[in-house]
């Protein structure tokens, strides 16, 4: 099982930017270059083209933005954002994403 840093929670419409911080991982020194964000499904599909919307964003010191779109009610999907650095180093967060429509039989 995966070791979730957040749940975001979002209803099927909703479009919603979402952002992990990875300054407190970087080292004296180090920068953040670039950023990719990949959805999977609970079979472990690749699913990020019906999730993700645009290009994910990092600043130097590795705060990251990205666009979640889509989903229908009930699923539950794998957010995985990975940080590249100048050092060379990767590091990366996963978050858990529930699609849940409000004013359905729901248990919110």
Do not use: C
Request: glycine residues 8%.
């Amino acid at each position: 099982m995966a070791d979730w840093l957040g749940v975001i929670k979002k209803q099927p419409a909703e479009i919603v930017t979402e952002n992990v911080d990875f300054k407190n991982v970087l080292r004296s020194g180090e920068v953040a270059s670039s950023v990719a964000v990949a959805v999977f499904d609970n079979s472990l599909t690749n699913v990020t083209n019906s999730y993700i919307s645009g290009t994910p964003t990092t600043s130097s010191n590795g705060f990251t933005q990205f666009v979640l779109q889509a989903g229908s009610h009930g699923d539950y999907r794998d957010v995985r954002v990975r940080l590249t650095t100048d050092a060379g180093n990767v590091y990366e967060e996963d978050l858990l994403l529930r699609v849940w429509e409000i004013g359905g039989a729901s248990d919110f």
